[in-house]
């Protein structure tokens, strides 16, 4: 059934005039697949938005909401602590690669995204490098859609409204190169040299002054591109030179959706 009015809500990411026109709504989900309101099956071929990896509807799942709903369904997260967030954090730390082994919860990717950028600039004034003030993000980047994610993000549509944005931001370039990758399959071949695109930003503002660079290790909306062979490594070097802290965004591409 359609709902009778669709007027009051202002949908993300849509032009919501044509849609309104000519909504498609879906009512239920289960495994792979939508239902939608005229009872079609509609096959999910991005697990929602890539939220959904362990499929609709799953029983496992929904006992499990329901049963901690029974038992707890908030704690302040402030000065008090509930005993499966601490439970969360250290199974997530022993999957982590070696060394990263402190987790911080967030609502979403955006808000992840604003506060790895806040912990970065935080962390370079706690170890006396309060300098370390710039933020560098890349062309074609996409980290949410907050002020500090899409200053750092490089998608022209999402910036262009939004006046100066944070200042103190610059971008590499990105690595999409039609003309030598296209057709390759999986990392392309040519692009690794893009990288010194960093150490160009590190003459022009001085490393003193960068304080984080956040790179999605494969691009996801803006057009799916993997890095090119030997580009992120590269990324790696440099930073660890300039002692520039490098962050992965990985809210699309990691948890299983990529790697082994
Ligand atoms: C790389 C990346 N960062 C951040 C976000 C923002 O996540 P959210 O939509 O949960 O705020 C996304 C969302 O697709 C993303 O792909």
Known sequence: MKPNNLESLWMPFT???AFKKDPRIIVSAKGMHFTSDDGRLILDGTAGLWACN???GRSKITEAVARQLEELDYS??????????FELA??????????????????????AVESALKIALAYQR????????????SEKGYHGTNF????VGGMVKNRMYY????????????THLPELNSYSRGQPEHGAE???????????????TIAAIILEPVKGSSGVYPPPKGYLERIREICTKHDILLIFDEVISGFGRLGK
């Not at 250290?90 to 808000?111: A, K, Q, T």
């Not at 500090?148 to 200053?151: K, W």
């Not at 100066?164 to 990105?174: C, E």
Request: avoid cysteine; charged fraction near 20%.
């Open 15 to 17: 032009p919501n005039k």
């Open 54 to 56: 362990a499929s609709h």
């Open 76 to 85: 302040p997260p402030f000065q008090f602590g509930h005993p499966k967030q």
């Open 90 to 111: 250290n199974r997530l730390s022993e999957i982590f690669p070696e060394g990263m082994n402190h987790v911080f919860f967030s609502n979403s990717g955006s808000e």
């Open 126 to 137: 706690s170890r006396g490098k309060g300098s370390k003030t710039r933020l560098i993000g």
């Open 148 to 151: 500090a994610g899409i200053s």
């Open 163 to 174: 006046g100066s944005l944070l200042s103190g931001v610059d971008h590499i370039r990105h």
């Open 194 to 208: 893009l990288a010194e695109d960093l150490e160009r930003l590190v003459q022009l503002h001085d490393a003193s």
